[in-house]
């Protein structure tokens, strides 16, 4: 099975700026969509942005313009640059990787979650 782990969270001040890392446990040429989803306290878990394995994006507009999403196949590795950052951005992070489609099911990967504060 599939195993992806997130690091590079954590505080940083409203405008500021924290790049994500998503390491898998395979070939993530393999891996036809990659993402990032996040979760608020008492919220639902909303898509931020996905890449496939051609290197097409699609962003939520809420980040569209501040967040760059971009994967390297030689390292395994998916990243999210976060820039200009806002307090409403604060929530736990998930990687997320799938054969096939951005929308989760029961096939879908997911990392550990990693926790992003934006607080002043």
Not at 44 to 66: C, D, H, M, W
Not at 70 to 81: E, F, G, I, P, V
């Amino acid at each position: 099975q599939v195993q992806l782990v997130e690091s590079g969270g954590g505080l940083v001040q409203p405008g500021g700026s924290l790049r994500l890392s998503c390491t898998a446990s395979t070939r993530i040429f393999r891996i036809k969509v990659m993402g990032w989803f996040r979760q608020a306290p008492e919220q639902q878990r909303e898509l931020v942005a996905v890449i496939t394995n051609g290197g097409r994006t699609n962003y939520a507009e809420s980040v569209k313009g501040r967040f760059t999403i971009s994967r390297d196949h030689a390292k395994n590795t998916m990243y999210l640059q976060m820039n200009r950052l806002e307090s409403e951005d604060t929530a736990v992070y998930y990687c997320y990787g799938d054969p096939d489609t951005a929308v989760p099911n029961e096939g879908s990967y997911w990392g550990q979650g990693t926790q992003v504060t934006v607080s002043s």
